[in-house]
């Protein structure tokens, strides 16, 4: 499969001596056949079950009067590419032509990519586990033949040019007719334009389910951590768009992740609640719970963190990449020092009061004080770094974070207190308690304050309406008896701590519930 012609033949030359690639998909012309998405799979070496190109179909109007509109959707080759920059080694980097790429070699398989992407353009091969997408074809574009797609296109739909040279279609097209790009609001700068697209095919909200689920010619049936395509509603359109074709997406993160933002919590209120007990006068520093209770606990909980974080990689062999080769605007890079940090603190601190030295315990306090709020609230710049996921960006996020660390470390270390002093239960049951107010409060304010896209509304619908509401509703409940702890004692702190975890998981996934192509 050669193009017939090298890729700058219509301007003779670049004026630029670095060319910048884009592509425009004319839909005036696309006849929905899928032969880019069969070209792709075959220069590309692509697994079934997985795409880095598709065409998705939506039906418009009531019979008689109806019309088919496609979407040629793959990777939009972001000038801010938010991939580029939540990917921890690099595996995902921008070319200096603009095209961006990846690296097999070096991918850790975190998923953070495939969270950040708007487009909803990035997928883990089945059969290696790295991340992958469309790059253009750029192994053919350094030789200087068209990408797989544009060569067997039958009716001339995709083209590719450089936007420095401008006699190239590209260039022409983009600055003389009407192109638009797929959800600018992200402010990434695609470089994937499309001519005549239709509005129905460019909002992945703008077209409903079919009843059923049953989408042509397969059924998007039960996949795990499936992301349903299309809109649950009735109320999102008024052309009636009924979405016919479309391939499955899965959610990056599963029950793993909901799971560690419960034991980093833990983590770090296990240390600060102690640590705030002791700056208010209610504990000496020599108190076995800041002693002994905040460095066990917390390391305890901090070890399952890790191993949960590892645990979700799709390549856990290749974790220490994070710390051999990091890519510094990444906060899964700065969690992992942060959490490494943390532990070497509490570390020190157990090491301490294992030789008798009180003292370097309580000076430690110094550093270990910001180190668990960090621990507790990164998170939130994590999850705000996966663009795609509107419910995530919440200004509520970090103090959120922050008072479930309070819950949680006051909870469990309640329920541990006999191992130190069981006369301090009932303080920590009061920490706990406040903590659970405080945490009800701004689930209330996160889930009535009006929130300023459909993404996000539709993510909170999911997660009070939808697929997680049991987990959402049944947290909520848990954690509204857990406000009865003084009076229930160790059953009402442990289904308090059930409901907390309960609504992290109803929150992590309902995040990522919602399409995004």
Avoid at 19 to 24: D, E, G, T, Y
Avoid at 162 to 172: A, F, R, Y
Avoid at 336 to 346: S, T
Avoid at 469 to 492: D, H, M, N, Q
């Amino acid at each position: 499969m050669e193009s017939t012609k090298p890729l700058h033949a219509e301007g003779q030359a670049s004026v630029s001596e670095q060319p910048v690639w884009a592509k425009v998909i004319d839909h005036t012309r696309c006849i929905g056949c899928h032969a880019c998405t069969t070209a792709c799979k075959s220069e590309n070496d692509v697994p079934l079950s997985v795409t880095r190109t598709y065409v998705k179909y939506v039906d418009v109007g009531h019979y008689p009067q109806t019309r088919r509109s496609f979407q040629v959707t793959r990777c939009n080759q972001c000038a801010h590419a938010p991939c580029v920059t939540a990917c921890p080694t690099s595996a995902m980097y921008a070319r200096p032509d603009g095209i961006i790429d990846f690296d097999k070699s070096i991918c850790i398989g975190c998923k953070a990519c495939m969270a950040a992407c708007p487009y909803d353009a990035i997928f883990i091969n089945p059969e290696d586990h790295s991340a992958e997408k469309c790059n253009f074809c750029a192994h053919r574009i350094d030789v200087g033949l068209e990408p797989a797609c544009v060569v067997v296109c039958p009716t001339e739909a995709i083209l590719v040019g450089d936007m420095t040279d401008p006699l190239s279609k590209v260039n022409q097209i983009v600055n003389r007719d009407a192109v638009t790009v797929r959800r600018p609001e992200k402010e990434t700068h695609p470089k994937l334009f499309y001519k005549g697209a239709d509005q129905v095919t460019l909002d992945p909200l703008a077209a409903r389910r079919p009843a059923g689920g049953l989408f042509m010619w397969s059924e998007q049936g039960d996949v795990p951590d499936q992301v349903p395509s299309g809109h649950p509603g009735l109320w999102n359109s008024s052309a009636a768009a009924v979405l016919s074709y479309d391939v499955i997406h899965r959610a990056p993160w599963d029950w793993r992740v909901s799971f560690y933002t419960w034991t980093k919590s833990v983590s770090a209120g296990a240390y600060l609640v102690p640590l705030i007990m002791v700056l208010t006068g209610v504990l000496s520093w020599t108190s076995p719970i800041w002693t002994l209770g905040a460095p066990v606990v917390g390391l305890i909980f901090l070890a399952l963190t890790g191993v949960l974080l590892i645990w979700d990689l799709e390549h856990p062999e290749r974790f220490y990449m994070i710390l051999t080769r990091p890519q510094w605007r990444s906060w899964l890079v700065r969690g992992g020092v942060i959490i490494g940090a943390y532990g070497f603190v509490l570390v020190i601190h157990l090491g301490a009061v294992w030789i008798g030295s009180e003292e370097v315990a309580r000076r430690l306090a110094w550093v270990g004080a910001p180190l668990a709020v960090m621990t507790a609230v990164y998170t939130a710049y994590l999850f705000a770094q996966a663009t795609a996921r509107d419910l995530w960006q919440s200004s509520l996020l970090p103090p959120h974070l922050s008072i479930q660390a309070i819950l949680a470390g006051a909870g469990v270390l309640s329920l541990a207190a006999g191992f130190w002093d069981t006369g301090l239960a009932e303080d920590l049951v009061t920490w706990f308690v406040a903590g659970t107010a405080g945490h009800l409060l701004l689930v209330a304010g996160e889930v009535t304050l009006p929130h300023g896209t459909a993404h996000a509304r539709l993510a909170v619908w999911e997660m009070t309406h939808g697929r997680f509401s049991r987990w959402f509703w049944g947290g909520l409940a848990l954690s509204a008896i857990g406000l009865f702890s003084p009076w229930l004692g160790a059953v009402g702190v442990s289904l308090g701590l059930v409901g907390l975890a309960a609504f992290e998981h109803a929150y992590v996934q309902a995040g990522q519930a919602v399409p995004l192509a």
